[in-house]
């Protein structure tokens, strides 16, 4: 089994986060069998969707555009989820409920269900996948959503060590309900290059594409980002990075982007 609790601030402040109603939400809760004959397994609990390539920045538009970006608790669904990876094919599938987003106060409002889908093939120097998501639900809880798209990687350094580079990249579509008999379609695009400088040091180069509103002009965003992933030693890391984001409203913004991952 598993269980990671989150806790969600605000940016008017500390005291902010602690008064609101629910600061703190589940993020994972499920139970999990797995290394079952070509190593598959099932989970049952509360999980967010295999869809796409699970990166660390959760606000790249491949994840804030598809309720990936683990931020708020309707990033995540309740259901069951089943897949396997007997070297090198891989293949996961869920069937779920969507949790109702924690502004919405309406007692009857339906969060639907919704199922996805992940698959494709990870050699040792590369990998490609597809993936696709639909979700069913009130217009209240966000409303329909329809997604699909390709994931893919390569790594150089595989083949050769003078070369020690890892390439990243990801292009996704959906379409969402905006009102009852409408709906807008939307487009988000990820690339990613490493470069493994010595053992526990990386240099990150990244550009993020967004388009919120495929109909609508004005709507592209553009984020270009670079910056350094170190590891002091195993278990904990650290990564900084600076960013420019463009779009097609504002001359362009700055700012610094800085998290770590602590594993145990």
Do not use: C
């Not at 309406?106 to 992940?118: I, K, R, T």
């Not at 600076?242 to 982007?257: M, Q, V």
Request: aromatic content about 16%; proline content about 4%; overall charge negative.
């Amino acid at each position: 089994g598993m269980v990671t609790v989150a806790g969600q601030g605000r940016a008017s402040g500390a005291e902010a986060a602690f008064t609101q109603n629910d600061p703190l939400y589940l993020r994972n809760a499920f139970l999990m069998v797995l290394e079952l004959p070509y190593m598959a397994y099932a989970k049952a609990g509360i999980f967010q969707p295999s869809f796409g390539a699970y990166i660390d920045d959760h606000t790249s538009f491949i994840r804030e555009y598809f309720e990936l970006d683990v931020s708020t608790r309707d990033s995540t669904v309740y259901g069951v989820e089943v897949g396997a990876a007997p070297n090198y094919p891989f293949i996961s599938a869920s069937v779920f409920g969507n949790r109702v987003p924690q502004a919405v106060e309406l007692d009857d409002v339906n969060g639907g269900w919704g199922g996805a889908l992940n698959l494709g093939w990870r050699d040792i120097g590369w990998w490609t996948s597809a993936h696709a998501m639909i979700k069913r639900r009130d217009i209240e809880a966000r409303g329909d959503l329809d997604a699909l798209g390709v994931a893919w990687g390569f790594n150089p350094w595989n083949y050769t060590d003078a070369l020690p580079l890892t390439y990243l990249g990801e292009l996704s579509v959906g379409r969402r309900e905006a009102s009852v008999g409408d709906s807008v379609q939307f487009l988000a695009m990820y690339h990613e290059l490493w470069w493994t400088l010595w053992n526990g040091v990386s240099v990150r180069g990244k550009y993020d594409f967004g388009d919120i509103d495929l109909e609508l002009a004005g709507t592209n965003q553009h984020r270009f980002s670079a910056g350094f992933d170190v590891s002091p030693f195993p278990g904990v890391s650290f990564v900084a990075l600076g960013r420019y984001l463009l779009t097609d409203e504002s001359p362009g913004a700055a700012d610094i982007f800085v998290f770590t991952h602590l594993y145990f």
